[in-house]
């Protein structure tokens, strides 16, 4: 049994279709969706600050040029009774669709020493994994870590303070995804290019610690997002026996 083959491809979306082979039977995968929108435009500033004060909750910055990020709508969305929802939803427009692609990754050979070091070996299991965002045209390759990748730099352009958590809602059928808490990412600077995403064990940007498990590229090419646009992230994870 040849523990470790693996059907590695030099870029993303090629031949292998992001899946790592361990042993020539079990394929470790991953297939990423992301979607982008656009941020919603605030139609009556001072009203729809005066709302939020008088019940309460602190007015985003982003309001002061006639802006919120569906990110930021959605959090105060939650937190809202409904009548006040209402009202504000009439002081909004736009929050339209920017993009929808996906990503199918590749396992890294980090990746896979940790699954059979945890699964096998008596490993330490890593119990928090963080969703990552690349640059432009990433160029992922089997030996990728934390601290090199070659291929591809990190993009940190982006409100949130960490890395975004891939919350999992548990494993069935031989597949794990963070569907139901999707990772969320708000740019906060214009002319932000992205181009894919990875996950990895330490949720702090840029570090260049902690385990890479995957990382992969846009199937349909680049982003480029400006500020307050909201990014979306839903990885599922799979492994299955490929019948040879």
Known sequence: MNIGKSQHSDRFGSRSRGRSSIGGRMVADGLW????????????????????????????HQVADGQIAVST???????????????????????????????????????????LDAALSGGTAITSWFVGLTDGTPT?????????????????????AT???????????????????????TINANSTTIGGGFLVSVSTKGAATGT?????????????????DTVDVTATFTVADDGL
């Open 33 to 60: 969706h992301l979607v982008g929108y656009r941020p919603l435009t605030v139609i009556a500033r001072d009203r729809f600050a005066r709302l939020l004060e008088d019940h309460g909750m602190a007015v985003p």
């Open 140 to 160: 992922v390759a089997a030996g990728d870590t934390t601290a090199s990748h070659a291929g591809w730099v990190e993009v940190t352009a982006y409100s949130e």
């Open 73 to 115: 709508w959605r959090r105060l969305y939650r937190a809202m009774a409904a009548d006040v929802r209402v009202q504000l939803e009439r002081l909004l427009v736009g929050g339209d669709l920017l993009f929808a692609d996906v990503i199918h990754n590749l396992v890294v050979n980090a990746g896979l020493d940790y699954a």
């Open 212 to 228: 890479l498990y995957a990382a992969g590229a846009f199937t349909n090419g680049d982003k480029t997002l400006n500020t307050n």
């Open 163 to 185: 890395r975004q958590a891939w919350t999992d809602g548990g494993v069935s059928g031989q597949s794990v995804s963070n569907s139901a808490s999707k990772a969320t990412f």
